[in-house]
């Protein structure tokens, strides 16, 4: 008999086999997706404005390292 994939621990019972349910699990819904796709264009707006922000002290004061 194939043994499961995962971890075993086992307790006074016996064993149990814990699996790693990601893969196994099916396909996010459609408003789940667009929920992430907003989630990563807002973190990508806000990075860009960082290094906007960034870039414009650097310029300013001539310092690399301002604002890091």
């Known amino acids: 008999m194939e043994r499961p994939q995962g971890h075993n621990l ?3 019972i016996g064993n149990r086999y814990c699996v790693n349910i990601a893969c196994v699990a ?10 992430r796709e ?8 806000a990075r860009t404005e960082r290094e906007k922000k960034r ?12 604002f890091r």
């Open 10 to 12: 086992p307790d006074a």
């Open 26 to 35: 099916g396909r996010a819904s459609e408003e789940d997706m667009l929920a």
């Open 38 to 45: 907003r989630e990563l264009k807002e973190a990508h707006r």
């Open 55 to 66: 870039t414009t002290a650097t310029t300013a004061t001539g310092d690399e390292d301002a």
